[in-house]
């Protein structure tokens, strides 16, 4: 049996199926663009190896290597959590809660506390997208 050639604009037609997917459109709207069902946008889309994750990124919210060796610095001098939470920006709370939760005003280390979030990070229910 010989196989058949899909003529340039079928190609064209599925490498923009393919571009509308990663920019977010459902199958079903894709189908309607090109009247075709979403079963049949489905397969090409997994033929060509479905769409790629979105690129993963940090949550602004979470504090950055510098903001967690200023809490150790400060720790180290002997500030309170409001100085330091002021110096940074941050409420109070989320310098306490930071210490607190990679071992207390003794034992803070940064470059420990970015290594425990780091590997919680890569845990697949732990896993932070950005939109």
Known sequence: ??????????RERQGRNLATRKRGQSLSEI??????????????????GGVPPAPRC?????????EREEISRGLAAGES?????AVLGRAASTISREVGRHGG??????????AVETQLLMMP???????
Do not use: K
Not at 1 to 10: A, E, H, I
Not at 58 to 66: D, H
């Open 58 to 66: 940090r949550s602004q919210l979470v504090l950055t290597v510098a």
């Open 31 to 48: 189908g309607r663009a090109l009247d075709r069902i979403p079963g049949a946008v489905f397969h090409v889309v997994a033929a060509r």
């Open 81 to 85: 959590f409001r100085d330091i939470g």
């Open 105 to 114: 005003r003794g034992r803070y280390r940064a470059s420990i506390a970015r």
């Open 125 to 131: 229910d732990n896993r932070e997208w950005c939109p």
């Open 1 to 10: 049996m010989q196989r058949v050639r899909r003529s340039r604009d079928v």
